[in-house]
């Protein structure tokens, strides 16, 4: 098991979940972040933090968010890591209650 960021935390950001990881699983893409499943210890602390309701432990992942397993597998081997929490994407608030954004993710990645 694994927990997995999700479509909410495109182009915002906020790192929240990061501040609060006990060990290091997060990476950094340009408009989103993903956990690496190999460094996840599924101890859930994250997912509160998350003012974008982004992660979910990946037995929750709503059906829409299920390909979200593979793409933080592989982002994780391909963005740097991350460890301490940084201001959000300037227009992180109003991207927040963005449904459908998932396709600027994949422009960037
Ligand atoms: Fe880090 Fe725990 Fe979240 Fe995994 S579930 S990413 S170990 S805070
Ligand atoms: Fe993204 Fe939420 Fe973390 S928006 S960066 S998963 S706090």
Redesign the pocket.
């Given at each position: 098991m694994t927990f997995v960021?999700t479509e909410?935390?495109v182009r915002?950001?906020?790192?929240?979940?990061?501040s609060v990881c006990p060990v290091e699983c997060f990476h950094e893409g340009p408009e989103?972040?993903v956990i690496d499943p190999a460094a996840c210890i599924d101890c859930g602390v994250?997912v509160p933090?998350?003012?974008?309701e982004?992660?979910f432990a990946e037995e929750d992942l709503p059906a829409d968010q299920v390909e979200f397993v593979a793409i933080n597998a592989r982002l994780a081997n391909e963005w740097p890591l991350i460890t301490a929490a940084r201001d959000p994407l300037p227009d992180a608030d109003e991207w927040a209650n963005v449904k459908d954004k998932k396709h600027y993710l994949f422009e960037s990645a």
């Open positions: 960021v909410a935390c915002c950001k906020y790192t929240d979940c990061v989103f972040l994250c933090e998350c003012p974008a982004a992660i």
